[in-house]
Nanobody
Framework: QVQLVESGGGSVQAGGSLRLSCAASGYTNSSVCMYWYRQAPGKERAWVATISSAGIANYEDSVKDRFTISKDNAKITLYLQMNSLKPEDTAMYYC???????????????WGRGTQVTVSS
């Protein structure tokens, strides 16, 4: 059974940094696409970033140049380095992963339970 466990959230002031981690277990093949999503209070869950099995990253426009997604394939651990944080980055951050390799499918994902990020002005 695949499990995703996020960590690294917390409270920071605007302009600060946090590094989120997501440890995956239960995969027999580490070559899957992985994602970060976030859900702000009163809003729907929104995509933040993707990293393919080949290491190609894509970002939502508002986090581009501030956030960096990376992955340790040996440990099957996903990271999100968040710099220059803004109050509007406040949200629950979720790690997600595809169920199969071969591409990034953005559907039928495995999900973690989330880690809270709060940015104060």
């Amino acid at each position: 059974q695949v499990q995703l466990v996020e960590s690294g959230g917390g409270s920071v002031q605007a302009g600060g940094s946090l590094r989120l981690s997501c440890a995956a277990s239960g995969y027999t093949n580490s070559s899957v696409c992985m994602y970060w999503y976030r859900q702000a209070p009163g809003k729907e869950r929104a995509w933040v970033a993707t990293i393919s099995s080949a290491g190609i990253a894509n970002y939502e426009d508002s986090v581009k140049d501030r956030f960096t997604i990376s992955k340790d394939n040996a440990k099957i651990t996903l990271y999100l380095q968040m710099n220059s944080l803004k109050p509007e980055d406040t949200a629950m951050y979720y790690c997600a992963a595809d169920r199969r390799s071969g591409g990034c499918y953005y559907s039928a994902l495995y999900w973690g339970r989330g880690t809270q990020v709060t940015v104060s002005s």
